[in-house]
Every structure is written in structure tokens, then in C-alpha cells.
């Protein structure tokens, strides 16, 4: 958790599938090399976000692999062959604790059982919400309407479902529910922020916002929740996954401005009055 290093805006900026790291109680049991963890992560995204304090924002970053656990997945969200004799090496990745990466090959180095699963979302599910929420809380005491800005990244081209077809994606793919996570002022601004920065948008599709944006996303209690993808071909070159600096300080400049006017739009929102009560 890093806190404002300017005067505080009523905005959160999170990125829960940033971290690479495995505990060295799990490096038995979780397997998958650093490449893989990377490709797997939001490679990076805590670089995009790193300026985010000297604007007066919030920033919490996961350092866990999501290999370990899946902090964007429900906690009750089990994969039901992860275990004992259903345990299964094949198919996509399901549930908190991933039994296999994106490409298929296996991350769970054996069965895992239930309550090995119950153990990880204690040790590292929870503290990572319990965080979140209590941070939003407080916000809540001192600004009428918080947002709540989770960022995240993806691959440029994706599989159209149900096909072997493939189509390039938005550079910018706001996620909010079927724009039910925050108020419609919020949504607009990060899109008309977006294309006036050149970048093509998309909501909600392929991804419509994970578990914290549902979970968190309450705009008639004045916290807004808004996930956004963002492309990696605009900071990587994808196939090494390697960062291109001045790209990365071009978007790092773009999501500080749009930090800055998500959290004017917050504080002019609450200057209007909407009826809310802080909560």
C-alpha cells in the first residue's frame, strides 16, 4: 500500500495481478518459471501506475504471483479438479488457486486439498481485501464519492470464443459490469479521456470487470469501481515481454492525468450532492 504524496484525491488505483512472487513455503508446489509468471501477470502495470501517489492517489500492488492465488477470483471459487482423484492437468484456468497457467501447461505440481486452498486465501486472499476494503472505508469518512480505478493488462490479439479466429483488441478496454459499478459521469470520463489520447476503447469486452469491481463497485454509496485492461502491445513488445521505457512514461503520464480528473470529477460530484449518506 503506498499512500499520497500530495494532498489526498478520493480515488484508489489498484493492481491486483502485478506480482511474480512465490513464498518459499510454495516454490514445491507451485510450479512455473519466471517467464511464465510473466506472462501470466499484468506484466508491468505497477510501472504504468507508479506516479499515481504524487497526484494525490492511493496505490495498492499485489507482489504475489497469481500462480499462488488469484486475489481478482472469489475466494469461494474452487476448481473443482483440483483435487484428489478428480485432479486434472488439462483445460483453462478456473477458480483462486489455478491448477494450470493460460497456455495450458500445469501449475499445480500435485492435488491440492480443500483445505490447502482454504490456507492460501487466508494467508494472502484476505489480508490483500481485507486492505482494500478498509482503505475504501476510510476514504469513505473523508470524500462523499471514492473511485475505485483497477488497472490490469492483456494480450493485443485474443481468440474470438467458440472460434480458432483470432481479432485485435481495443487499445483500452474499460470494464464495469454492463456499467453498473459506477455512476455513468465516471465511465464517460475515462472514455472520453482514452480516445482524446488517440487510443481506440471498448467496454466490457472481452472483459467485463473481475471479482473486485463487483464486490466493490457500489456507486449508490458512493464508491465507484472501474476495472480497465490495458493493451500490452502499447507498452511491450509482446512476444519478450519487454518493456519500451518511453512508452511506459507515455502511459504513466496519461494514467496520472487521468487519475487527477477522476478524482476532480469525485469531489465536484460530491459538491452537487446526489443524496448519498457516507457510509
Not at 146 to 169: C, E, N
Amino acid at each position: 500500500m503506498h499512500a499520497p504524496l500530495r494532498a489526498e484525491i478520493p480515488v484508489l488505483v489498484e493492481c491486483p495481478h502485478a506480482g511474480l512472487d512465490v513464498p518459499a513455503s510454495l516454490a514445491s508446489v507451485v510450479a512455473g518459471p519466471e517467464s511464465a509468471r510473466r506472462r501470466d501477470a499484468d506484466f508491468a502495470v505497477d510501472r504504468l501506475c507508479e506516479g499515481v501517489c504524487e497526484v494525490g492517489a492511493t496505490r495498492l500492488v499485489a507482489q504475489l504471483s497469481r500462480y499462488v492465488v488469484d486475489l481478482n477470483r472469489a475466494p469461494d471459487d474452487i476448481d473443482p479438479f483440483l483435487h484428489g482423484a478428480s485432479f486434472d492437468r488439462r483445460g483453462p484456468p478456473k477458480g483462486v488457486v489455478w491448477r494450470v497457467a493460460t497456455d495450458g501447461r500445469p501449475i499445480a505440481r500435485r492435488p491440492l486439498s480443500p483445505d490447502e486452498v482454504r490456507a492460501r486465501v487466508d494467508a494472502y486472499h484476505r489480508p490483500y481485501h481485507d486492505a482494500l476494503a478498509s482503505t475504501l472505508t476510510s476514504m469513505r469518512t473523508r470524500f462523499d464519492h471514492v473511485v475505485m480505478l483497477a488497472v490490469h493488462s492483456m494480450p493485443s490479439i485474443g481468440k474470438i470464443p467458440g472460434t480458432d479466429d483470432v481479432v485485435r483488441r481495443a487499445d483500452v478496454v474499460p470494464g464495469t459490469r454492463g456499467r453498473t459499478t459506477a455512476a455513468v459521469p465516471f465511465i464517460d470520463e475515462v472514455d472520453t479521456f482514452f480516445r482524446a489520447e488517440g487510443f481506440s476503447v471498448r467496454h466490457d469486452d472481452p472483459y467485463r470487470g473481475g471479482y473486485s469491481t463487483a464486490l466493490y463497485g457500489r456507486p449508490d454509496r458512493g464508491v465507484h469501481a472501474i476495472q480497465i485492461e490495458l493493451s500490452r502491445g502499447l507498452y511491450l513488445d509482446e512476444p519478450q515481454l519487454r518493456i519500451r521505457e518511453a512508452d511506459v512514461a507515455r502511459l504513466r503520464d496519461a494514467i496520472n492525468r487521468l487519475v487527477e480528473r477522476l478524482g476532480m470529477l469525485a469531489t465536484e460530484f460530491g459538491k452537487a450532492g446526489s443524496g448519498d449518506e457516507r457510509r
